[in-house]
T-cell receptor, first 112, second 115 residues
Framework: GNSVTQMEGPVTLSEEAFLTINCTYT??????LFWYVQYPGEGLQLLLK?????DKGSNKGFEATYRKETTSFHLEKGSVQVSDSAVYFC???????????FGTGTRLTVIP | DSGVTQTPKHLITATGQRVTLRCSPR?????VYWYQQSLDQGLQFLIQ???????AKGNILERFSAQQFPDLHSELNLSSLELGDSALYFC??????????????FGNGTRLTVT
């Protein structure tokens, strides 16, 4: 079946620190991979995506590379800000399917 | 602002009761998705409608039902409520029928508390 395993949180970092949130997946075929972010009191927002192997998604300084050989899609940011504090969800979808499978989410807190 | 409107924001009700959650999709979006977010189960896909028709079904209980109306708004009906139904219910919308073709835009959710 399809599943996403995310690094458990919470993660607390100082401002300007390097961020990595690990995500690995299990899926048949070739899924598309996503990172969503949920700020306090809000719904999820698409942060970035990659639809095939070796694709790199990037947005707002965040990056993730679709690694088929390690079935991973780790989220990275070189220098986090307080405003990046949120819950981050890794997700996948099989081509042509209609439902996203989400990881459990990783709460990031950035302190000044 | 995602453009997806969910009402009410909060709902407190007793076990055994029935509630209706409402979602207005972003203007122009034809698909509506319902998700349940709980502490123990994480974010679970419930059901999707596309242009008024059911398109996909996930982990939706038989006590739950949904529909999408001609004006494309959607309602999620939860009946015979149990304590375990307490969760945040999200609606999301997209232009197309599959997520790969267009991203999901999420509402801010309805927090349901069953006492």
């Amino acid at each position: 079946g399809n599943s996403v395993t995310q690094m458990e949180g919470p993660v607390t970092l100082s401002e300007e620190a390097f961020l990595t949130i690990n995500c690995t997946y299990t899926a048949t075929g070739y899924p598309s991979l996503f990172w969503y972010v949920q700020y306090p009191g809000e719904g999820l927002q698409l942060l970035l995506k990659a639809t095939k192997a070796d694709d790199k998604g990037s947005n707002k300084g965040f990056e993730a590379t679709y690694r088929k050989e390690t079935t991973s899609f780790h989220l990275e940011k070189g220098s986090v800000q307080v405003s990046d504090s949120a819950v981050y969800f890794c997700a996948l979808i099989k081509t042509g399917a209609n439902n996203l499978f989400f990881g459990t989410g990783t709460r990031l807190t950035v302190i000044p | 602002d995602s453009g997806v409107t969910q009402t009410p924001k909060h709902l407190i009700t007793a076990t055994g009761q029935r509630v209706t959650l409402r979602c207005s999709p972003r203007s122009g979006d034809l698909s509506v998705y319902w998700y349940q977010q709980s502490l123990d189960q994480g974010l679970q896909f419930l059901i999707q409608y596309y242009n008024g028709e059911e398109r996909a079904k996930g982990n939706i209980l038989e006590r739950f039902s949904a529909q999408q109306f001609p004006d494309l708004h959607s309602e999620l009906n939860l009946s015979s409520l149990e304590l375990g139904d307490s969760a945040l219910y999200f609606c999301a919308s997209s232009v197309a029928g599959t997520v790969n073709n267009s991203p999901l835009h999420f509402g801010n959710g309805t927090r349901l508390t069953v006492t």
